[in-house]
C-alpha cells in the first residue's frame, strides 16, 4: 500500500526531472547560439537562467520539507538526497550555459576564427550524457549510469585536442588570440557540463544500489 504522502516525492521527481529538461535545453541553445551567431538567443538563454536558479531553490525547499515532516526511510532519504544534489549540478549546467552565450554574444561580433566541428560534438555528447542521466534517475539503470561516467573521457579528450588546435593559432597568428580564448572558454565549459552530468549519473547509482563511486575508478570499471 502507497503511503500518503508518495505524491510529494511524485510532485519532487517531476520537478527534478523539469529542471533537467530545462538544463538540455539551455546547452542546446546556447550552441545554436553560437553556431548559428544569434545574439537574440544568446540573450534569451542568459535570461533563461533564472528558471534554473528558481527549481533549484524550489526542490531544496521541497526536500527539507520532506526530510523534516515525513521521518523518510532510507531509500527516500537517498532519493531526496540525490535529488538535491543533482538540482545543484543542474544549475551549474545553466551557469555554464549562461558563459557560453555571453562569449557567443561577443564571438558574434568577430569573423569566425574556424569552422565549428569539435564544439557541436563535444555540446552533443554532452547533452547526451545528461539525458541519459536523468532518464537514470527516472528507471534505475545503473549501466547506463556507468556508461555515462565513462564516457566523459570522449569529451575530455576532444577539448583537449581542441586546445592543442587554438593554441596553435595564437601562436602561428597573433591576431586570432581573442577568438581563439573565447572558444576555449566555451569548450571548457563543455566539458564541465559533461562533468555535471557524470556527478548525476554517479549520484544515480547511489540511489539505486546505496554504493557510492565517486574517486573509485575500480567500482566505475566492474
Known sequence: MKRFFDTELEQFRSHLMLMGETAIRQ?????????DVDVALADRVIAADDELDR??????????????????????????IVGMKASHDLERV??????????????????PLKPYVDI???????????????????????????????????????????????????IERPATTTRALELMFISKSLERIAD????I??????????QDI???????KS
Open 94 to 111: 545553466g551557469d555554464e550555459c549562461t558563459t557560453i552565450a555571453k562569449r557567443a554574444v561577443r564571438l558574434a561580433a568577430e569573423p
Open 55 to 80: 527549481l533549484e531553490m524550489e526542490i531544496d525547499d521541497e526536500a527539507i520539507r520532506y526530510m523534516n515532516l515525513r521521518a523518510p526511510v532510507a531509500t527516500e532519504l537517498r532519493l531526496v
Open 196 to 199: 555535471h552530468a557524470c556527478n
Open 201 to 210: 549519473a554517479e549520484e544515480m547509482v547511489f540511489l539505486a544500489k546505496a
Open 120 to 170: 557541436p560534438r563535444m555540446a552533443n555528447i554532452a547533452i547526451e550524457m545528461l539525458r541519459e542521466a536523468m532518464e537514470c534517475f527516472l528507471h534505475g539503470d545503473t549501466e547506463k549510469a556507468l556508461a555515462i561516467v565513462r564516457r566523459d573521457a570522449e569529451v575530455d579528450a576532444i577539448n583537449k585536442q581542441l586546445y592543442r588546435e587554438l593554441t596553435s593559432f595564437m
Open 27 to 35: 546547452v542546446r541553445d546556447a550552441l545554436k547560439a553560437l553556431v
Open 214 to 220: 565517486r574517486h573509485r575508478e575500480e567500482l566505475k
